[in-house]
Nanobody, 122 residues
Framework: QVQVVESGGGVVQPGGSLRLSCAAS????????MRWYRQAPGKQRELVAA???????TYTDSVKGRFTISRDSAKNTVYLQMDSLRPEDTAVYYC????????????????WGQGTQVTVSS
């Protein structure tokens, strides 16, 4: 059994910062790409940032220069540092990880966390 759990959400004023964490636990053979998505009320879920197992990163245009994705492979954890937050960043943020469950190589499964609320408001 594998669990993916996000933490670090909360309420912050415009211009403030938050750091989200997402940890995968259980019997995991390997982890490939790790991603952060977000979904605002009434909108579709969108990809915010992604990081490969080699460390390559991509960002959606609206967060470039403000958000930073990173990973600690030893801890099976991905982070999202969010600076200069804006009201339009308000959403539920979800972690998505491509991982291989078990003790031998096998096709990966794309696993989601339960989400963490980020609210940017004065």
């Amino acid at each position: 059994q594998v669990q993916v759990v996000e933490s670090g959400g909360g309420v912050v004023q415009p211009g403030g910062s938050l750091r989200l964490s997402c940890a995968a636990s259980g019997t995991i053979f390997d982890i490939y790409d790790m991603r952060w998505y977000r979904q605002a009320p009434g909108k579709q879920r969108e990809l915010v940032a992604a990081i490969s197992n080699g460390g390559s990163t991509t960002y959606t245009d609206s967060v470039k220069g403000r958000f930073t994705i990173s990973r600690d492979s030893a801890k099976n954890t991905v982070y999202l540092q969010m600076d200069s937050l804006r009201p339009e960043d308000t959403a539920v943020y979800y972690c998505n990880i491509d991982l291989v469950v078990g003790q031998i190589i096998a096709p990966y499964t794309s696993t989601w966390g339960q989400g963490t609320q980020v609210t940017v408001s004065s």
